[in-house]
């Protein structure tokens, strides 16, 4: 085992992540973890854009305005004017670091996606979180005082309440080293978790492997309230084909005229919202679902080869290349698309400056639950959060820095004397393949009363056996994952059961209608049992 000291511990290599280590003043020693390599995560997949104030006919009110209206009426005010009022600095920060956006003209192109009033979305091309990623990690990696750490994935917070000690506070982190198979200790005196959503626990979706809810597990285990996790997108255009693997067809496509056709050709979004095309995420991917159970069809068409070839080429670059590898030319035929889980609206609760209910302990990015997003994300406002977040903790953590902080405790080795190898790690694909078939036919995109209370006893007795694994067998990073990943599941339906209305992403046949008290569903983790900090 290694111990290893840093004033700042980033679990989470996105954008998030990477924008927090860059903010710190260069005296700070910084540690960020990438439990695989640096390019795996959500940022680095990201398609369409970041939503900010920066067109003179547009304004914060209007910015404002969509992201309320998108979240169902359910986004906390300060969270929405805080980020919004912060987007062109994050920008001009982003601008700064060497991000290179789209310019058109001379200026930056600004496209609109749904549920956008105005053109404010500032991209690189098709491919704009790749573009964010690789300038932010070409940085992180010149940095001096930061050190990265790939292919390691946190086990467990380590907190002062854990070793009996009060009062009570987050000293860093349990950490495996895939490479070396070996649990390292590093202490910190400030970690924030910054390890993206849990849209892994559904059998579709578009994101990465690594969305498997790991932070949101671990604040949980260490005494932090989540909320509205209930909410999960689901992003209306994957690309369907037996072959890909997660792959988005961005949101900017409709932005610029894509059509929705059911198999016959017949555009149908027009019937349900005025919008069409251009209407919320959840709504757009609940007609969708809707057509696909009406008619009988696996997928609908997403038709944007009306425009002209040159342009489709030029602003989706990306899109077109990945689709003509499936034999699909956008430019002459419709792609054939389905809704995926895409982003996890809800999570760790956080104040403005990403603070928990923690002391020591942070969330920022699609971990957090800031209030940002309501009961639904408006798009290209993930992106736009994770840089504002970055921000903010940093300055807080720089203002804490400071002072005088404690002696950082010691922390004893994680204890594997009690467990052996595993011979029957066909087990743990077997669970996770059940969870997020369950998830999917019960935890939806509809659901009611009856899908959700089974999803409630085949999680209980999922995490029972995991539960026994996890105690007899040494960790590996896909026990790691599965264990997390049924924590969150099971937060994701108690907090369903507990919203009786339809709101956003939350749509349930038994009460289809939205309440008429607004409110937030906070988890808080009362009468938990406190495992023993080694184990």
């Not at 995926?340 to 923690?358: F, I, N, Q, S």
């Not at 089974?454 to 539960?467: K, M």
Request: proline share 4%.
């Amino acid at each position: 085992m290694s111990v290893y000291t840093f004033d700042v511990l980033i679990i989470g290599s996105g954008a998030a992540g990477l924008t927090l280590a860059l903010s710190l003043p260069a005296q700070f020693k910084v540690a960020v973890l990438s439990k695989g390599e640096l390019k795996n995560g959500s940022t680095w997949h990201a398609q369409g854009g970041i939503a900010a104030v920066l067109a003179k006919e547009d304004s914060i009110d209007a910015h404002v305005a969509d992201t309320i209206v998108a979240g169902a009426e359910l986004s906390r005010p300060d969270a929405v004017d805080h980020t919004v009022r912060e987007s062109r600095s994050s920008i001009d920060w982003l601008i700064e670091q060497g991000v290179p956006f789209t310019r058109e003209s001379g200026h930056y192109h600004l496209t609109k996606e749904g549920g956008h009033s105005r053109r404010r979305i500032i991209h690189a091309a098709d491919a704009t979180g790749r573009a964010v990623e690789q300038t932010l990690i070409d940085r992180a990696l010149n940095a001096a005082n930061i050190t990265v750490y790939e292919q390691h994935i946190a086990i467990d917070l380590v907190t002062r309440r854990k070793l009996h000690l009060a009062p009570n506070r987050c000293i860093g982190a349990y950490v495996l080293n895939n490479e070396s198979g070996h649990v390292d200790v590093f202490r910190a005196q400030y970690t924030i978790l910054a390890t993206g959503g849990a849209s892994k626990a559904y059998l579709y979706t578009s994101n990465p492997d690594g969305a498997t809810g790991d932070g949101i597990a671990m604040a949980w285990r260490a005494g932090c309230r989540v909320a509205n996790l209930e909410f999960n997108q689901f992003h209306p255009t994957c690309l369907y084909h037996p072959q890909a693997k997660s792959f988005l067809i961005s949101e900017a496509v409709r932005g610029e005229g894509g059509i929705l056709r059911l198999p016959d050709g017949t555009r149908f979004m027009p019937a349900f919202d005025p919008r069409a095309e251009l209407a919320p995420r959840d709504i757009v991917a609940r007609t969708i679902d809707h057509e696909m159970k009406r008619v009988g069809c696996d997928y609908v068409y997403l038709d944007i080869s009306h425009r002209p070839a040159d342009f489709i080429r030029g602003h989706f670059p990306t899109i077109y290349e990945n689709c003509l590898r499936y034999g699909i030319d956008m430019t002459r035929e419709p792609i054939p698309v389905v809704p995926a889980a895409h982003y996890t609206c809800g999570g760790v609760m956080t104040d403005l400056a990403g603070a928990t209910d923690l002391e020591g302990l942070y969330a920022i990015g699609e971990t957090a639950f800031t209030g940002l997003h309501g009961a639904n994300r408006l798009a290209s406002n993930s992106l736009l959060e994770c840089i504002v977040y970055g921000r903010s903790a940093a300055t807080d953590i720089q203002t804490r820095l400071v002072e005088r902080q404690p002696e950082l405790d010691q922390v004893p080795a994680w204890d594997e004397s009690q467990v052996t190898n595993s011979d029957e790690d066909v087990i743990i694909a077997h669970n996770w393949d059940e969870l997020r078939r369950f998830m999917w036919d019960y935890v939806g995109i509809v659901r009611t009363n009856k899908r959700l209370q089974r999803a409630r006893h085949r999680i209980d007795l999922l995490q029972q056996e995991i539960t026994e694994y996890y105690s007899n067998y040494k960790v590996s990073r896909d026990l790691i994952e599965l264990r997390n990943l049924a924590m969150v599941a099971e937060l994701i339906i108690r907090s369903a059961q507990l919203r009786k209305e339809s709101r956003g992403l939350h749509y349930t046949l038994d009460y289809p209608n939205p309440a008429p008290e607004r409110r937030d569903t906070i988890l808080t983790p009362i009468n938990y049992s406190w495992p023993d900090a080694t184990r």
